[in-house]
């Protein structure tokens, strides 16, 4: 029989980082990864296979990484667990003996409840690669595809698949659909200027954005041959790409008493601990609570999973590190648009009844703007609680900086900054790389709800 | 005579920031701003004029931004200010009364006490157009060109010397020489092992980079032939660019009785207020103290003297805002890297005697790492200190989004986070866009030093 310190069930973004964390923390201990897939793919670049990469071989993390640090790897599929005798058996009969488990098994691709989805050449975006490459395959020999789905992974996809028909070798005769239920897409994540941006990038890469469209069926016997619209209207298509969101991962907690919600995932507290002492869980899979109320929330991102990783992994031994909650900090990029945000959207602060001013600077992200690359209209809007002044969200729109923009926003909501704080502060600017110190995009936006601010924290 | 409720003395950083915030803040007030260059150039964009943008007039900062906000100028030296009737006579025999005054004078290029400095094409980085159109045309016809003075302004000149010279007819026939004291360039601002990236940029850029080298005289007779060494050696030289830093401009605050040191500049508190109730000092001109220990700083930056002009517009009428002291953050960019600051650098920490502990993270700026536009080795590193476990530095070297890397940091040093707090924050990352969430710097250097920090804050 195997034994290992740390047991980890799961190689994507959580797994991998709560056993790199353990290697750091807790050196001494051996550490055991047991992954079903092949390969762990890169989870936010399976998009940019399609139009960018090429390849799936291209979009793969490297085992050796791990293995270096002196974490041995199955690939294998879990099959029970025996928490009494704290043991798990794998699918080729290696038994495991642990002394901590982490439950990292991530998400499956979430399917809407429609008609025909198990015809051929319809696709969830499942991370295998093998399953990856069939979509590969699937959309080079396709004429016509309907993308289901205007989050984050369907616009992603749209616009790459719209790339790879450009370079295809009769370009423009492939057509993309993206079909939307909401008014917009990226409508849950982004405030609706970006999005309505968003959809207008993908419109200029030839994609037939159909926004406020509900799909009824998918058509085709074998094979797809169309989608089927709540209009009664059918769009032709040779492949489906479904990106309505995930769910959790739970079979293995819920198959071992551990309890856990088809939708909110397996239950864990602040320092990712089950109901088990010595089974905690992390990622995707994992119970979530937001930053913002502590309330119950499904924000399932990369980023929140490697930060749950890292904490369920430094608290095995004592609980040292508490989980602030889902924040939603994340970055895509359209066409020409990049897109970030961290926090509340105006929308979301509506919803929840949370008072707030909103401060906005638009402004070139070079001084002077006539410098090579210049975006004219780089934007960042932020809101801030009406009575504590702090920033509870933050919206980019520019180039390839916004995602890091993002981060000063996310660090300033994590660290109870006010829209004060942020005006007066100084930040580092570059002719090459940012606004003018005069036009830097947070400073500006935050002094302009400070000044809409009443009652704002005085120096 | 003219009148006007606010009077500002200078037209660059600090004094287009204080006339628009007083437009903000105090929308009824009038603004008048007087200042003796014809046009304000982008002070951060000087060096760009030469190989990048190569007129001065793409250099420029429009006035019409400001007009349009109702602030009146005028482009006159201020002769005189009467204190006690609170007037100012410019040169033209123009008198403003005024009710308060915001003297935003600025710096002079610093110039080293050495023999020949008024020779013919020797010249300082003034911020007046026609001067800097003059340095443009000694620049075209000079075959070689020493710049003295390895800082910001010496290594951005020397990068754009060079990358005029590549562009010209006869590619290779111009050599810049760089000609630094101290054993490396940029050495006061950044890490050693940055400095020495940039060096080595630079040269691959055909620059001759000079460390450890003092300049004894400047040769020529009415126009310059050469620059001679402490060694003994002489370089020659058609044109000479000397960039040493700066010196505050006070003679007329020193004029009207207001305590001024040639050094520190014009004393001013917190809250940016001279002596006299009615006259504040804000930018290159003002004194400055450290944000870390409330010391006199030199730190000069147009970051600085923005939020600097910001904070005294204000507080023109009730102290509302307080300077949190020069913090020292920067961005600049040689050859294909981009280097960025905040804080503290370990020399400066060790010098200060400032306990501290280190984390770094080196890690591909997209992930996976083969998409377009990786910079396989980004490197973030992070100084906390080691009782509070509070960032008090940190540096960046990577690509464009460097800067806004850095401004993490910045807003992290302002908030007073810790390293626990950055190791376990979530952050926006993208595939085309960031490090994978595995590997953001931010974080994983923050992790790196919370390892090694004991007594750091626990949950």
């Known amino acids: 029989m195997e034994k290992t310190d740390v047991l980890i069930v799961g190689g994507s973004a959580a797994g991998l980082m709560a056993g790199l964390t353990v290697k750091r923390r807790h ?58 005798n704290k043991t798990a058996d794998l699918a080729d009969g290696t038994r495991i003996a642990y002394d901590k488990l982490i439950i990292a098994t991530g998400s499956s691709p979430a399917m809407p409840p429609i008609p025909g989805l198990q015809t051929g050449n319809v696709f969830g975006i499942k991370k295998e690669p093998e399953y990856l490459d069939m979509i590969q395959k699937a959309l080079e020999s396709s004429r016509n595809v309907v993308v289901i789905g205007g989050g984050f992974i369907g616009v992603e996809m749209a616009e790459q698949i719209a790339l790879m028909a450009q370079a295809g070798n009769d370009a423009g005769a492939v ?37 406020n469209t509900q799909v009824k069926a998918i058509q085709g016997n074998g094979k797809v041959t169309g989608v089927q619209l709540a209009s009664g209207e059918t769009i032709p298509a040779d492949a489906v790409v479904v990106g309505i969101g995930v769910t959790p991962n739970i079979e293995l907690a819920q198959q071992i008493g551990l309890e856990a919600d088809p ?6 507290d602040a320092y990712m601990r089950t109901e088990d002492p010595d089974i905690f869980a992390a990622g995707d899979c994992a119970s979530k609570f937001s930053f913002f109320d502590g309330q119950p929330t499904c924000i399932r991102l990369a980023s929140v999973a490697c930060s749950e990783g890292m904490i369920a992994a430094s608290n095995l031994y004592a609980p040292v590190r508490k989980c602030m909650g889902a924040v939603g900090a994340f970055g895509t990029t359209v066409g020409k648009n990049s897109i970030g945000a961290a926090g509340l959207t105006t929308k979301a602060a ?22 090579p690359g210049c975006i004219l209209d780089m934007k960042a809007k932020l809101l801030f609680h009406s009575e504590t002044g702090k920033i509870i969200g933050g919206h980019v729109r520019g180039g390839e900086a916004t995602a890091d923009m993002v981060n000063i926003v996310a ?14 502060m ?29 009652g704002s924290r005085a120096a």
Do not use: W
């Open 263 to 268: 939708r909110m995932g397996i239950k864990v």
């Open 411 to 424: 660090a300033a909501i994590q660290g109870g900054l006010t829209a004060e704080d942020l005006a007066t």
């Open 27 to 84: 050196p001494q201990k051996t550490v055991t990864m047991v992954r079903k897939a092949s390969r762990t793919p890169v989870p936010c670049g399976i998009p940019y296979i399609y139009g960018t990469l090429k390849a799936v071989e291209k979009n793969l993390i490297p085992d050796d990484n791990f293995i270096k640090q002196g974490i041995r790897m199955h690939t294998q599929a879990v099959e029970s667990v025996d928490r009494g």
């Open 350 to 371: 509506d919803d929840a009844s949370i008072p707030y001013v909103v401060g906005e600077a638009v402004f070139p992200n070079r001084h002077p703007g006539g410098l």
């Open 426 to 454: 100084q930040y580092a600017t570059h002719p090459l790389m940012t606004a003018s110190p005069l036009g830097y995009h947070v400073m500006l936006a935050a002094e302009n709800a400070s000044a809409k601010l009443t």
């Open 175 to 211: 057509q993309v659909s993206l079909i939307e239920m909401l008014p917009n897409c990226l409508m849950l994540a982004c405030e609706q200027e970006f999005c309505s941006d968003a959809e207008s990038e993908l419109r200029s890469l030839g994609v037939n954005v159909m926004t």
